[in-house]
């Protein structure tokens, strides 16, 4: 027990630092903030979620003493809460519902089905869209006063006054509409990155408690198509509920793009030149962004059609039964 609580603190100090580093104004702070999670996650899958939990709330108690309430709750929220419950999760199986072994030995040591990958996405939205309302939240407390606020904020960084022509106007407008969304994509894709290489380091480390997940197989609930469309038709509405609905489809769609990129993989499996090909994707996709909402659409018509159920049906058909 020594041995986890000073590995835990070791991390939340590392945590602490990293998100704390954000007071410097430095570029690299940047980088380092969205990485905050990483040594807490680390130390949920290799140690397990109780050495997470306790890395996280002497990070969080250690930032609000030093720095005051708001960076402790801060903390606490983006960083320390789904690095515990996504490494919790990760690790949550029980025994699998399949047919019990014949052999003795197989039967003492039970087949384990784990806690599914759609899943966690799902629950890493919902980390998402917490993270980003909460710091919205913290420039007012309904929708006009966020907009003035956040007008405010972006005219000072632009260094611009407040009688603006109309065409300026209507850039101030959709940049201050977009930065709920675009908050919402990097936060589920910096939480995604987080997991992905928490679980990496602990898997070359050999200390994963759990098999390597195909990530290529990942499907999201069913019940998932409609709630994006639920949320699409509350970002139509006005208020806090209209924000609300932007920023939870755009984790959403964010989610179907992950899904979309899974799909990708599964279809090219049979190019020759599968990694140019893939690697081409990538590229683009960071380069010029727009572009991951073809493979939000492909991660949509994968759910409704099944594309990959398909492709692997006709193209690796299961054996024939032996006579």
């Not at 027990?1 to 580093?21: D, E, N, Q, R, Y």
């Not at 290799?46 to 002497?58: H, K």
């Not at 309904?142 to 009688?163: C, F």
């Not at 936060?187 to 098999?211: E, Y």
Request: with cysteine.
């Amino acid at each position: 027990m020594t041995t986890i609580v000073l590995i835990a603190l070791a991390a939340g100090c590392a945590s602490a630092l990293m998100f704390a580093s954000i007071i410097s104004g430095a570029l690299i702070s940047l980088v380092l903030l969205y990485l905050a999670p990483l040594p807490l996650m680390v130390a949920a899958l290799s140690w397990g979620p109780l050495c997470g939990a306790i890395g996280g709330l002497a990070a969080a108690v250690g930032l609000g003493a030093i720095f005051g309430l708001p960076y402790c709750i801060a903390f606490a929220i983006t960083v320390a809460l789904p690095a515990w419950w996504l490494g919790h999760l990760v690790l949550l199986g029980r025994p699998s519902s399949a047919a019990p072994a014949a052999d003795k030995a197989a039967a003492e040591r039970p087949e384990l089905e784990w806690y599914p990958l759609g899943r966690v996405l799902l629950w890493i939205v919902g980390f998402a869209t917490l993270a980003v309302m909460s710091t919205l939240l913290t420039f007012g407390t309904d929708a006009q006063s966020i907009t003035t606020t956040l007008r405010e904020l972006l005219l000072k960084v632009v260094g611009a006054q407040d009688d603006l022509d109309a065409q300026t106007e209507r850039v101030i407008r959709l940049v201050i509409r977009s930065v709920p969304l675009a908050a919402a994509a990097m936060a589920m894709t910096t939480l995604t990155l987080n997991l992905w290489l928490a679980g990496k380091i602990t898997a070359t480390s050999h200390r994963l408690l759990r098999p390597w997940p195909d990530l290529k197989s990942v499907t999201l609930p069913p019940i998932t198509l409609a709630v994006l469309c639920v949320a699409i038709a509350l970002g139509f509405s006005g208020g806090l509920i209209a924000i609300l609905g932007r920023v939870m489809a755009t984790a959403l769609m964010m989610t179907y793009a992950m899904v979309g990129f899974a799909a990708l993989h599964t279809l090219t499996l049979t190019l020759k030149n599968r990694a140019f090909w893939l690697g081409s994707v990538y590229a683009i996709v960071v380069l010029f962004v727009w572009p991951v909402l073809a493979v939000v659409v492909l991660g949509v018509a994968d759910a409704m059609f099944g594309l990959r159920q398909r492709f692997l049906r006709r193209r690796f058909p299961p054996p024939l039964p032996a006579p």
